[in-house]
């Protein structure tokens, strides 16, 4: 009789399968929060089993005499956290004389947030096997997993952790490359630290996360040591690199990729822009902007944006400036297939 998956090693299947690039539909951002949910969901299903085998006093298909009770199936959990719902399988336990109930699961609630943390950190910057265990005793609470299954699941945290920072990339058909910095509160004390992502669209369509690491700053030294991090796991050039307008991050592209085409990311620069335009003008404004972004041709695009600039230059001048702003980059996914240019 073949063995069923424990909702834990599910869960871990779900994780490979966000950072391999087989979810269909998703952004980077959405690649980034499946693999945050998923981590966390699949850490809180390894508390939930390893309580459970403490009270059992044996693992997952172990036998002992003088059993304290049977396995007895899953029982569905929600958590409700700020970013969403979180799911898990709460185990159940059966011939006890008291019923079976998790001390842990009741505390939940308290531990989410904590959880979330500390997966983000180490899948960004790594976390020392003492700072898990800290971050896990934190979270879920060392009255309710004995320290060896707190250990337990902070080895299972480190290995899986390397296997994704060091995973050979020349397999990759990479395509289009996505670069940004998020800054998110991590560490003790919640100092805001900048994650830096980067995530792939390859030529069969597949939108893989390649690495998260912690970027103290936007710096030519940091942002340096990611790419060399990436060509030495084998990724090949790409065709386009979708970034901000970070000049250390620009500076860096340059000296690793030279011939690919760098794009300069409109998500960002249209929120500038709105900063720099009164209300009222925005909606005539941004029209403008889109129509040059969404010319048919490089030198269409450029023909508007010099006729927006002649036409605005005296009212907004700081629109204009920003405008000007890395001229090329901007205009480069133009040279994309219409069909990939969104």
């Known amino acids: 009789m073949e063995k069923r998956i424990a ?25 980034l929060s499946s693999l945050v949910r998923l981590s966390t969901e699949r850490v809180l299903q390894e508390a939930l089993e390893q309580e459970q085998a403490v009270a059992l006093g ?19 959990g929600t958590l ?5 719902v979180l799911r898990v399988e709460v185990p159940q336990i059966r011939g006890r004389e008291e019923p079976y109930r998790s001390e842990w699961w009741s505390q939940g609630a ?26 896990l005793e934190n979270a879920l609470g060392q009255f309710v997993l004995s320290k060896s299954a707190v250990s337990e699941l902070t080895d299972t945290l480190t290995q899986e952790y390397e296997a994704v920072r060091t995973r050979d990339l020349s397999g990759y058909e990479v395509a289009y490359l996505f670069m940004d910095v998020v800054y ?14 980067v995530w792939a669209l390859c030529v069969d369509g597949r939108k893989v996360l390649l690495t998260l690491s912690t970027a103290n700053s936007e710096s030519y030294e940091s942002c340096l040591e990611v790419l060399r991090d990436l060509v030495k796991r084998g990724l090949p050039t790409p065709v386009t690199i979708t970034t901000d307008g970070a000049p250390g991050l620009t500076k860096a592209l340059d000296v690793i ?6 794009i300069r990311g409109w998500f960002h620069n249209m929120q500038n822009l709105q900063q720099k335009v009164p209300p009222q003008a925005w909606p005539e404004f941004k029209a403008l902007v889109m129509a040059m972004r969404d010319a048919p041709t490089v030198t269409a695009a450029e023909q508007r944006r010099q006729a ?17 702003d890395d001229p090329e980059a901007s205009l480069n996914h133009l040279y994309v297939p219409q069909r990939h240019q969104q």
Do not use: H
Request: proline share 4%; with cysteine; hydrophobic share 25%.
């Open 110 to 135: 308290k531990t989410s947030d904590v959880l979330k943390r500390l997966i983000v950190e180490m899948y960004a910057g790594g976390l020392s096997q003492r700072d898990i265990e800290y971050g």
């Open 58 to 76: 044996r693992e997952r298909y172990e036998r002992r005499e003088g059993e304290r009770g049977y396995r007895n199936g899953y029982e569905a």
């Open 184 to 197: 998110e509160p991590l560490r003790r004390g919640g100092s805001r630290t900048g994650v830096f992502c």
């Open 7 to 31: 909702p834990s090693e599910k869960k871990a299947q779900a994780v490979q399968a966000v950072l391999q690039g087989q979810l269909d539909g998703q952004d980077g951002e959405e690649i």
């Open 80 to 84: 409700k956290t700020a970013e969403g």
């Open 257 to 262: 990729w030279p011939k690919a085409l760098r």
């Open 308 to 324: 927006s600039v002649t036409r605005y230059q005296r009212d907004f001048p700081e629109a204009c400036r920003c405008l000007l």
